[in-house]
């Protein structure tokens, strides 16, 4: 009995690779001497935050409009994007002189919005509607259907699928040796199914390792049902992979291609994306440092092994940076906040500060929460402390000292009314 494989096939991603020829960089595949010496393996990056539009989507989009026919694109094209997608679109119109329509989420940081202005000059227009990929995605499908515009999907297209697997091409080019792990990030799919269909074809025994943020995890969800489910909620803090719904053909691919499929906390993602800035000056944005963020689940696996981390994208707005670190301090358990009920008398906030929190812990918010009553009002107070364990200390001061107090981390109602 045969079986017919989903996979787009290597001469197709050959195709695309001759059309991209002085489009897409062949970016560097560069050996990493800090993550090789933690993980105890070789491990190389894969630059894709170096393409001209900082990401590897100018791949898929400029493969997808290139292998259409210039009638078509005569009458336009419309696109929906979180932001990379738009960029390499935007791109591409510029580049073929084809007009273009680029609808993105209304929460896209302005750094992506204004890069895809820049990269389209006058032949794109942005429109920005809804609060996620899924809704600029349905807009955008109308506006091509009602209009009969060429529409470039941002995964769920075998031409933007064959150019994402041009990276496949490129990284079995430059090793000498067998690559045993590839980690991938997946958010709609189509970067796992263009370098897992090369490497399945071309390289069968290297595992490939889809990397998810676990607050979409779309793909996971999909696969565990053996059919394509739509989340009803998303965050959507790691953009360049937070969808609601993965697509027909990368579902069909992924469940051929992928080994394993991982859910990384997005307090881990900004966290790995402040180590690569601070030790490998990298710029990394949340869904570029996504298959970094996942080495520590699989750090056993690993280990003596050849290993490739797909960086896919830099996009990253400056202004993110105090949410990043913020949220790295939560996951790391180094900040913690609580409402605090002061006992009423003379002196009680200087004992606080002289007598439960430690030497090396900082107040780092303080606010009463009525403003009218602060003797009998409580205070949220935010602390950091240096080690993760500095917290047990201060819980068992408080409550030595009288202090009523309630933790908010975990209490995800509070935190977000109140933080």
Known sequence: MTTTSSLVTVENIYKAKVRLNGIAENTPLQRNFNLSEKYGCNLFLKREDLQTVRSFKIRGAYNKMAATPRAELEKGVVCASAGNHAQGVAYACSAMKVKGKIYMPSVTPRQKISKVKLFGKEYVE??????????????????????????????????TIEGQGTIGLEILEKVSQPIDYVFITIGGGGLASGIGSCFKQLSPNTKIIGVEPKGAPA??????????????????????????????????ICKEVLDDLLLVDEGKVCTTILQLYNEEGIVAEPAGALGIAALDSYRKEIKGKNVVCIVCG???????????????????????????????????????????????????????????????????VGVQVENSDDLIGIKKRMTEFGIDFQSINENPLLFGMLV
């Open 126 to 159: 942005v429109i920005l509607v809804g609060d996620t990929f899924d809704d600029s995605f349905v807009e955008a499908k109308k506006d091509s259907e009602e209009n009969g515009t060429v529409f470039v999907h941002p995964f769920d297209d075998d031409k």
């Open 219 to 252: 793909m996971q969800a999909s696969l565990r049902k053996g059919k394509i489910v739509s989340l009803d909620t998303i965050d959507a803090f790691v953009d360049g992979a937070a969808v609601k719904r993965v697509g027909e053909r990368t579902f069909e």
């Open 314 to 380: 830099s996009n990253n707005d400056i202004t993110r940076t105090e949410e990043i670190k913020e949220r790295s301090l939560l996951y790391e358990g180094l900040k913690h906040y609580f409402i605090i009920r002061f006992p009423q008398r003379a002196g009680a906030l200087r004992q606080f500060l002289n007598e439960v929190l430690g030497e090396n812990d900082d107040i780092t918010h303080f606010e009463y929460t009525k403003k009218h009553n602060r003797a009998t009002g409580p205070a949220l």
